[in-house]
């Protein structure tokens, strides 16, 4: 049996999650709310206490939000007994029968609906369990309850103490004082919740008052209870919380509605309450037709189980952000060093129609910023004529082209556009295309492996190519000619003017110059992390312990011990990567995330990059609470941000700062990371307006005595006293 803070855990749970919250809050309020009626409370109890004992009899291994169901499922059971019958012995005793039969339709259901993994249980179980047992209601022998009390209805007006009955119907308790705190209890849980359960509440009245006869009230509260359920759950549950799904919402809130009246007659006729049976088929419904979409676009289903739907809508956000790649294969520019685009995206020569996503690259000499030495009226003048050209990703070379002669300067070869080429396959449906070789020079033959940075062939002059460049595209067949699709290079660094920038994903445009990006090995050593090493940091009077540990699925995170939080990192070849990040935004994490949202393992001068961050990590808690409302109307909810990395004093420090500007022109946002060799982040800091949140490591001593740190020789000092030689942590991903 669980104890302590599992123990708090099993008993709130179930109730937290009427409201799809795993929130120890929120279920504290909603027990509240059910306590204000003390039968229902007793009755619940008792259910609650009925299915934990059978599950653990059945051996019923089911953890976190699962097992949650489980005894969110049976709670409701004892609920609706509470509706009905007066508190005595042996309703207590039928409330925990029934539970346990709940628990077993709920193993039932789940074994049934994994053929369809992606359709939720719901309130099914409960449904099925409640209609099996109404019929052995005449024979339990138990006593009609009085009609529950609603002494705070009488102090209100019907258009507010209606919608307020209907949220206390989604515990089973349709009183305005449930209401009242379970409104609050989703306020706690999520102002996108709140909004959606209003929302959705209103329209559904909005709709009934249209109707040509009176709506009586107990169906329009059922109506609205059902509604506020099914707006929550497609709204900020099972899709990420945004314009299109609040619209989705509201489409599954009127289904719930349509159901709830068209259902309502024939279900009455067989002496069966309506209860949650309207929400389960409209979820059910939307569910299974979105299915149906070639592609997730709008709404985005959720991609994982997050606490609530900001935490939600920021984990979608955040990862838009780090990546628009379309592809699994990421795609590298096909040559060393630096390269001129001298003709991009729908060029003005021969980039247009459906060969227009494509690259022409040259290279312009360091010194003179010519294209070719001397008068160029020779192939070989050219920089780029005869350089290596590589291939941009993992694949199978699928055809060769390579006896096609270079065109003198001027001249074309318009039968044969793409002249000696090399196609190569990446997946279904991708490949990558390199023309204009050098004739002879592919090194590569049809059905050959290639890894990303083999040697296909070497740039030439072949083909409609009036002077040595190489051509680069990807397309959807394996023809030439094929329609191109987009592409954005990975880890690129390209220089315009003085000023170099490192993208993540770039798609060159006329004129600029790019390369791969060149790892310094050593640098990936100041991001030394190993697993099972624990961190302390000191944020303000705070003391917190961060662990960093290797997830089942081979994940490394840094977690809070004090918090529970969680922030996903990799340290790939070329760059550090923070992920995402889970759980409470007052943890040295938050910091974290926003200092080092990703890092370049090469050290440029003038370097810079910019990444999204969410106003809800660098903003207040007043600010923040704005931010959930309007976050999910917004498509860039936050802040840019431009950072650079240097080398001081032994340190690796990272500063970045907003492009947005105040009247004294002074950015809005500043952030500071500092690390030492070998031993990791050592500061954190972050400047929103006049906030300012700063974190330093503590280090621990022989003794156990714990010191602040004061320099960088001292840390490194320590550092290799308390955690000896660091060794290098790569991680399997996309780099």
């Given at each position: 049996m ?8 099993a ?6 999650h ?17 306590a204000t ?18 599950m ?15 005894a ?7 609920l ?15 409330a925990?029968?029934f539970?346990?039969?709940?628990v077993?339709v709920?193993?039932?259901l789940?074994?049934?609906?994994s ?23 005449p ?16 102090w ?5 103490a ?7 119907a ?16 989703l ?11 209003l929302?959705?509440a209103?329209?559904?009245?909005a709709?009934?008052?249209l ?10 509260q059922s109506?609205q ?8 759950a497609?709204g ?22 349509f159901?709830t ?12 309450p ?10 059910l419904l ?8 070639v ?10 189980v ?10 979608h ?6 990546s628009?790649?379309?592809y ?10 630096a ?8 060029g003005?020569?021969?980039h247009?129609g ?18 070719c030495s001397?008068?160029?009226d020779?192939?070989e003048?050219?920089y ?11 694949g199978?070379?699928v055809?060769v ?23 190569v ?8 295309v ?9 090194s590569?033959y049809?059905g ?5 940075g ?17 051509h ?19 880890t ?20 600029l110059?790019?390369?791969n990006l ?28 961060v ?11 840094l977690?809070?011990l ?23 935004q ?16 090469e ?14 990590w660098?903003e207040g ?6 931010w959930d409302v309007l976050a ?5 909810a ?10 001081e ?8 700062a ?21 031993v ?10 006049q ?6 490591r ?26 000896g030689?660091a060794s ?8």
């Amino acid at each position: 049996m669980p104890h302590g803070s599992a123990l708090i855990d099993a008993l709130l749970a179930p109730f937290a999650h009427s409201v799809f919250s795993r929130k120890r809050g929120v279920g504290l309020l909603i027990v509240a709310a059910i306590a204000t009626e003390p039968r229902a409370l007793v009755l619940g109890l008792a259910a609650l206490c009925g299915a934990r004992i059978s599950m653990l009899l059945l051996g019923v291994t089911a953890t976190g939000m699962s097992a949650a169901q489980y005894a969110y499922n049976a709670v409701l059971v004892g609920l609706l007994l509470a509706q009905d019958f007066a508190l005595g012995p042996r309703a207590c005793l039928l409330a925990a029968l029934f539970a346990s039969c709940c628990v077993f339709v709920t193993g039932a259901l789940r074994s049934l609906f994994s053929f369809a993994g992606w359709l939720p249980l719901l309130n099914v179980p409960f449904v099925v369990t409640a209609y099996l047992s109404l019929g052995l209601h005449p024979q339990l022998g138990l006593h009609s309850a009085d009609v529950l009390r609603d002494p705070l209805a009488g102090w209100l007006s019907p258009g507010v103490a209606l919608p307020l009955q209907s949220l206390g119907a989604v515990v089973l308790v349709p009183t305005a004082s449930a209401g009242c705190l379970l409104l609050l209890a989703l306020l706690v849980h999520s102002r996108i919740a709140t909004l959606l359960a209003l929302a959705s509440a209103l329209l559904v009245h909005a709709l009934l008052a249209l109707a040509h006869a009176p709506v009586p009230q107990l169906l329009e509260q059922s109506a609205q209870s059902n509604a506020i359920l099914a707006a929550m759950a497609i709204g900020g549950v099972w899709f990420v919380p945004s314009r299109a799904s609040y619209t989705l919402a509201l489409v599954a809130a009127l289904l719930a509605a349509f159901f709830t009246l068209g259902l309502s007659a024939p279900v009455t006729r067989l002496g069966l309450p309506i209860s949650f049976l309207p929400f389960d088929l409209s979820v059910l419904l939307l569910l299974s037709a979105v299915r149906q979409r070639v592609a997730d676009r709008r709404p985005a289903l959720a991609e994982v189980v997050a606490e609530d739907p900001e935490e939600l809508l920021l984990l979608h956000l955040s990862r838009r952000a780090a990546s628009s790649d379309p592809y699994a294969p990421r795609f590298f520019l096909p040559f060393r060093g630096a390269w001129t685009c001298t003709q991009g995206v729908d060029g003005v020569f021969t980039h247009r129609g459906a060969l227009r996503y494509a690259f022409d690259f040259e290279v312009y000499g360091d010194r003179d910023g010519a294209l070719c030495s001397g008068p160029g009226d020779r192939r070989e003048d050219y920089y780029c004529y005869g350089l290596p050209v590589l291939a941009a990703a993992d694949g199978t070379v699928v055809a060769v082209e390579s006896a096609i002669d270079d065109n003198a300067i001027g001249a074309v070869l318009d039968d044969k556009p793409w002249g000696n080429h090399v196609i190569v396959q990446h997946a279904a449906g991708l490949y990558s295309v390199v023309g204009h070789l050098v004739p002879g020079t592919p090194s590569v033959y049809p059905g050959q492996v290639v890894r990303r940075g083999a040697l296909l062939g070497y740039c030439g002059n072949s083909g409609r190519s009036p002077r040595p460049h190489l051509h680069f595209q990807l397309q959807s067949g394996v023809s030439l000619g094929s329609p191109t699709l987009p592409c954005r290079f990975a880890t690129a660094v390209a220089r315009a003017g003085d000023l170099t920038h490192f993208a993540s994903d770039l798609t060159p445009t006329e004129g600029l110059v790019v390369r791969n990006l060149e790892p310094d090995g050593t640098l990936g050593a100041f991001f030394e992390l190993s697993p099972g090493q624990t961190l302390s940091y000191r944020l303000g009077a705070q003391l917190e312990e961060v662990e960093s540990v290797v997830d089942a699925w081979g994940r490394t995170q840094l977690r809070s011990l004090a918090y529970g939080s969680s922030l996903l990192y990799s340290r790939y070849e070329s760059n550090f990567v923070s992920a995402d990040l889970l759980g409470a935004q007052r943890s040295v994490l938050c910091l974290a995330r926003v200092a080092l949202p990703r890092v370049p393992l090469e050290l440029l001068d003038r370097v810079h990059w910019s990444e999204w961050v969410a106003g809800r990590w660098i903003e207040g808690p007043l600010r923040g609470l704005l931010w959930d409302v309007l976050a999910p109307f917004s498509n860039r909810a936050g802040v840019e941000i431009v950072y650079r990395a240097s080398l001081e004093q032994g340190r690796l420090v990272v500063v970045g700062a907003s492009r947005a500007l105040d009247e004294a022109r002074l950015p809005l946002v500043t952030t500071r990371a500092e690390l030492v060799h070998g031993v990791g982040p050592v500061v954190f800091e972050l400047c929103a307006g006049q906030r300012k949140r700063r974190a330093e490591r503590v280090f621990s001593g022989h003794d156990g005595t714990r010191r602040e740190p004061t320099g960088p020789v001292r840390l490194q000092t320590e550092a290799a006293g308390l955690h000896g030689s660091a060794s290098s942590l790569s991680l399997g991903g996309r780099s």
